[in-house]
Structures are given as C-alpha cells and as structure tokens.
Nanobody, 124 residues
Framework: HVQLQASGGGLVQPGGSLRLSCAVS????????IGWFRQAPGKEREGVSC????????YYEDSVKGRFTISRNDAGNTVYLEMNSLKFEDTAVYYC?????????????????WGQGTLVTVSS
C-alpha cells in the first residue's frame, strides 16, 4: 500500500524558511521519482520540484529555483523540501507525489500517487 505523507508546513514571514518532509512507505523510493506540487487559493496545481528515483537528479520550477532545495535521506524513505526566502506567492497547500518528474512538475492530474498536503502560509 503506497503512502505519502507531507508535513512541516506552517506560518512563516516573508523571507523566512521552512523544511517540508514527505514520508514514503509501501514501495522503494528508488523505484519512483518523488516530488512536490502545490495549489494556492483560486489557482491551479503548480509543480514545484522533483527528485529522480533512478539517479537522484533534482528539478525545479523556475519560480522556486535558487530558493528551494529537494533532497532525500539515506534510508530512502523521506524526501525533503527546504524552502528559503519565502514569498507571499509561495502560500499554498504543498503535496508530495510519486510519479515521473515531468508529470509532477506539470502539476498533472495524472499523478498516480500523492498524499495529504501540508499548508504553507507566508504572511507578515
């Protein structure tokens, strides 16, 4: 049974930082690309970042490039999203997902596995 659980969201001021975690179970992390998409109020899904299960390569949406960093732990059961220099525009529910990186970065409705999101609110 595939499970993905996002955590670590909260309220942060502009310019602040948060680290999101995605706990993965039910499959070997290395067999899938794991990434993040987000959905802000009144907006469509937006891909954020992805890490390849095959070689660990990372990918980022242009809007977060240079500010966010995706990584995974050595045990292969957790993926992190370090978010720095947060902006109002980053406010959204963030979801971790297992799929190809192309679909995750597209925020596609075809993503096969995704878990409960965690809310990030950037506000002064």
């Amino acid at each position: 049974h595939v499970q993905l659980q996002a955590s670590g969201g909260g309220l942060v001021q502009p310019g602040g930082s948060l680290r999101l975690s995605c706990a993965v179970s039910g499959f070997t992390l290395d067999d899938y690309a794991i990434g993040w998409f987000r959905q802000a109020p009144g907006k469509e899904r937006e891909g954020v970042s992805c890490i390849s299960g095959s070689d660990g390569r990372t990918y980022y949406e242009d809007s977060v490039k240079g500010r966010f960093t995706i990584s995974r732990n050595d045990a292969g059961n957790t993926v992190y999203l370090e978010m720095n220099s947060l902006k109002f525009e980053d406010t959204a529910v963030y979801y971790c997902a297992a799929e190809s990186c192309s679909l995750i970065l597209d925020g596609s409705s075809q993503i096969g596995y995704w878990g409960q999101g965690t809310l990030v609110t950037v506000s002064s």
